[in-house]
Nanobody
Framework: QVQLVESGGGLVQSGGSLRLSCVAS????????MGWYRQAAGKERELVAS???????NYGDSVKGRFTISRDNAKNTVVLQMNNLKPEDTAVFYC???????????????WGKGVLVTVSS
């Protein structure tokens, strides 16, 4: 049973920083891309940032230059460092990873339950 468990959400003032972490656990054979998505109230879920197993990163336009994604392959962990947060960053942030785990063959997408990030003005 594969699980993604996020931590690090909370309330922060505009201009502040937060660090989100996500750990994948279970009978994992391999992990492909890992990333973070967010969903604000009344809006669709959107990509925040992703990182491949080789370290190639991709960011949503609204977070470029403010957020940094990294991963530790040995620990099955992905981290999102968020700086200069704005009220419009307020959302539930979800960890996502493509994982190969028995009994299924190949990689499939897994999601965490989400953590709330609230940025006050």
């Amino acid at each position: 049973q594969v699980q993604l468990v996020e931590s690090g959400g909370g309330l922060v003032q505009s201009g502040g920083s937060l660090r989100l972490s996500c750990v994948a656990s279970g009978s994992i054979v391999s992990i492909g891309d890992m990333g973070w998505y967010r969903q604000a109230a009344g809006k669709e879920r959107e990509l925040v940032a992703s990182i491949s197993s080789g370290g190639t990163t991709n960011y949503g336009d609204s977070v470029k230059g403010r957020f940094t994604i990294s991963r530790d392959n040995a620990k099955n962990t992905v981290v999102l460092q968020m700086n200069n947060l704005k009220p419009e960053d307020t959302a539930v942030f979800y960890c996502n990873a493509t994982i190969s785990a028995p009994p299924l063959r190949g990689h499939r997408a897994y999601w965490g339950k989400g953590v709330l990030v609230t940025v006050s003005s």
